[in-house]
T-cell receptor
Framework: GEDVEQSLFLSVREGDSSVINCTYT??????LYWYKQEPGAGLQLLTY?????DMKQDQRLTVLLNKKDKHLSLRIADTQTGDSAIYFC????????????FGTGTRLLVSP | DGGITQSPKYLFRKEGQNVTLSCEQN?????MYWYRQDPGQGLRLIYY???????QKGDIAEGYSVSREKKESFPLTVTSAQKNPTAFYLC???????????????FGDGTRLSIL
C-alpha cells in the first residue's frame, strides 16, 4: 500500500542541525522529494534524490537514503529561524504518471 | 517570471453553491494536478491531467470536477456534492511524464476555501 510516515514535530535551537525523518513503503519508487511549506503558502521544492543514490548534498541540505529500510532523512545544517516551516517528504510512485505520495509533514520550529 | 498562479487566495462558499478555483501556469508544462490539504495531513490528489483535453480522477475526486481546454489552465470546480469542502487547495504542474526521468512538481500558493 501507499503510506509515507513522518514525525509531526521537531524543535531545535538556531545554529544546531535538524534531522527530519521519513519512511516510505514502495520499494519501486524512482525519486524521493523534500518540499518546504511556509504558513499560508504552497510547497517549495527543496531537493530530491534518485532511488539508486545513498546521499545527496546541496549547500546546507543533506539527504540520506537507506533503501533497504525504506528510510529517508533530511539534515539541515546551521538551522536558522527562517527554516521554520512544515517539511514534506514525497515518493514518486512507479505508475504511468508521476503520482506523488506525500507524508503528513513535519513542523520544524527553530528558536533563537 | 515563470510560475503557477492560483486565484483567489481566499474563497467562501454558501451551502448548495458550486465554486471554481483558478490555476494558470506559464511554465509550458504538460501535466497539471490538484491537491487538497487538511490540517495535520499530507496532500491528497483530487484530479490530474497529463495533456490538454484529458484528465483523470485521483484518490478523492468525488464532489469535484475539472477541465483542461488549454495547456496553461486547469480550473477546479468544487460542487455542492462535496459535503466537506473546507480545506487548502493546491495546484501543481510538471513536465511531460517520462519513465525514470525526474519531473518534479511545482506548486502554486494555494486557495483556502471556507464554508459560510
Amino acid at each position: 500500500g501507499e503510506d509515507v510516515e513522518q514525525s509531526l514535530f521537531l524543535s531545535v535551537r538556531e545554529g544546531d542541525s535538524s534531522v527530519i525523518n521519513c519512511t516510505y513503503t514502495d520499494s519501486s519508487s524512482t525519486y524521493l522529494y523534500w518540499y518546504k511549506q511556509e504558513p499560508g503558502a504552497g510547497l517549495q521544492l527543496l531537493t530530491y534524490i534518485f532511488s539508486n543514490m545513498d546521499m545527496k548534498q546541496d549547500q546546507r541540505l543533506t539527504v540520506l537514503l537507506n533503501k533497504k529500510d525504506k528510510h529517508l532523512s533530511l539534515r539541515i545544517a546551521d538551522t536558522q529561524t527562517g527554516d521554520s516551516a512544515i517539511y514534506f517528504c514525497a515518493e514518486s510512485m512507479n505508475t504511468g504518471f508521476q503520482k506523488l505520495v506525500f507524508g503528513t509533514g513535519t513542523r520544524l520550529l527553530v528558536s533563537p | 517570471d515563470g510560475g503557477i498562479t492560483q486565484s483567489p487566495k481566499y474563497l467562501f462558499r454558501k451551502e448548495g453553491q458550486n465554486v471554481t478555483l483558478s490555476c494558470e501556469q506559464n511554465l509550458n508544462h504538460d501535466a497539471m494536478y490538484w491537491y487538497r490539504q487538511d490540517p495535520g495531513q499530507g496532500l491528497r490528489l483530487i484530479y490530474y491531467s497529463q495533456i490538454v483535453n484529458d484528465f483523470q480522477k485521483g484518490d478523492i475526486a468525488e464532489g469535484y470536477s475539472v477541465s483542461r481546454e488549454k495547456k496553461e489552465s486547469f480550473p477546479l470546480t468544487v460542487t455542492s456534492a462535496q459535503k466537506n469542502p473546507t480545506a487548502f487547495y493546491l495546484c501543481a504542474s510538471s513536465n511531460q511524464v517520462l519513465p525514470k526521468i525526474n519531473q518534479p512538481q511545482h506548486f502554486g500558493d494555494g486557495t483556502r476555501l471556507s464554508i459560510l
